[in-house]
């Protein structure tokens, strides 16, 4: 766990634009707003073919120069310890003393999950005068148990010292007796998964967008010796000018232990996650490559192809036979580079996935592609 973070060190941060240097990025801005425009405004990725190429989990990789990279040493060695017991804190070691509800005006809801909702929100405090805002609210009944509450605590801590370019912002986080409340930064058009719910799927310059963002992101959580463990479209949020950002810090671990816990969503769950078996940081590459997979065919590898939206007991022992059948199929006319990127990344074998900082160095992120 980090550190306790004392509320008087904890000012308001500057605004986004002097945390990182301008981009000099290679690869144009490929995504359109087709979430939020009249479908007659919003360019849909030219329909792949019905016809797909079948494939199974292999072990192959492969080592490139490094190639300048878009906008927005070697991982180290699985090291076997216990689970550290996650550790509830005083409320008042991480959150503002002075902030309360009465000091902002919820707008729209913008999203709903099992313990939370996320509301645009708006305030007359000079600190918070530049910034566009969203506020996540968490009813205080939700938080039941210990574990709940370490959650909670846990996304806290690392949101609010997290400060990279491809990470939602959390500025500040206080409670009343009834609810806590995350004051973050608004991604206007919503998640990836909303995205592509629009879009259907994107083509690959879009997925080189999207990936490259993702992997730094992940890459500074872990400098901060964190994974995140559910890596997902629905944890992946977009701004109004589809920046990319990662979203959802509820589940970081602790790098270089192995863990028991199971987190995470079943169709980017790593094998060794589903079996219970001891996992790691690798867990984060198996759910990058279905996360690759989902981005260009529009569904999960491992998801039958019938399967409804619901999250139903049939559609989850048929995505599980997939998984541990280790068996997917991806369209005809993906490029050999795509190809060899996802099956570097979905490898059974956790010592055997490519890591984040050769990701980077995969010909799929050449300058120059199409």
Known sequence: MLGHLQPSSMPVPP????????????????????????????P???????????????????????????????????????????????????????????HFRLGELLGRGAT????AAFTDLPDFASLSLAIKRIPMLKLATQKDIARVQAE?????????????????????????????ELCESGTL???????????EPEVRYVLDAVIRGLLYLRRQGKFHRDVKP???????????????????????????????????????????????????????GCLLVTMLKGRPPFEPPNASNEDSYEVRIKTLRGLVDGHYTLPRDLSKEV??????????????????ERILEHPFFAPGLP
């Open 116 to 119: 939370s909702e996320v509301y």
């Open 15 to 42: 605004p986004p634009s002097a945390w990182w240097p301008p981009s000099t990025s290679h690869h144009p801005h490929p995504l359109p707003p087709a979430s939020h425009l009249p479908p007659a405004q919003a």
């Open 156 to 184: 806290i801590q690392t949101q609010l010292i997290a400060q990279h370019p491809s990470i939602v912002r959390l500025y500040a986080a206080f409670r009343d007796h009834e609810h806590v409340y995350l004051v973050l």
């Open 234 to 288: 629905g944890n992946i949020m977009l701004t109004a000018d589809n920046d990319v950002k990662i979203g959802d810090l509820g589940l970081p671990s602790q790098r270089r232990q192995i863990q028991h816990t199971v987190c995470g969503t079943i169709n980017y769950m790593a094998p060794e996650v589903v079996a219970n078996q001891p996992y790691s940081e690798t867990v984060d590459m198996w759910s990058l």
């Open 339 to 356: 190809r060899d990127l996802i099956a570097s990344l979905l490898q059974k074998n956790p010592e055997r996935r490519m890591t984040l």
């Open 44 to 102: 849909r990725p030219q329909a792949l073919p019905s016809s797909s190429a079948h494939h199974s989990l292999s072990n192959s990789s492969s080592l490139v120069s490094k190639p300048n990279l878009p906008r927005h040493a070697p991982q180290q060695q699985q090291q076997h310890h216990q689970p550290s017991t996650a550790l509830v804190q005083p409320w008042s070691a991480i959150l503002s003393p002075t902030l309360s509800i009465s």
């Open 193 to 203: 998964a909303d995205y592509l719910e629009a879009r259907g799927k994107l083509t």
